[in-house]
């Protein structure tokens, strides 16, 4: 049983955050019941390098929002 079905189980959410990137995000957002993911840190950093609106579109791209 994953984590998340447990957590579901007893009436608990589950959020995900901390070192999540486009490298890793869709494998993290694949996992069902995760309710929300934190990507602010790794958004900024890369908006740093491309620009902030390619990078919103990178990660809704990723999360299929787009």
């Known amino acids: 049983m994953l984590a998340t079905q447990k957590a579901q189980e007893i009436g608990l ?6 070192d999540l ?5 869709e494998k993290l957002c694949s996992i069902s019941g995760i309710l929300e993911v934190s990507i602010g840190h790794a958004l900024i950093a890369d908006a740093l390098e491309v620009g902030l609106f390619a990078a919103v579109q990178d ?3 990723i999360l299929s929002l787009n």
Do not use: E, T
């Open 59 to 61: 990660y809704l791209k």
């Open 13 to 18: 959410g589950v959020n995900a955050g901390h």
């Open 21 to 25: 990137n486009l490298q890793n995000l």
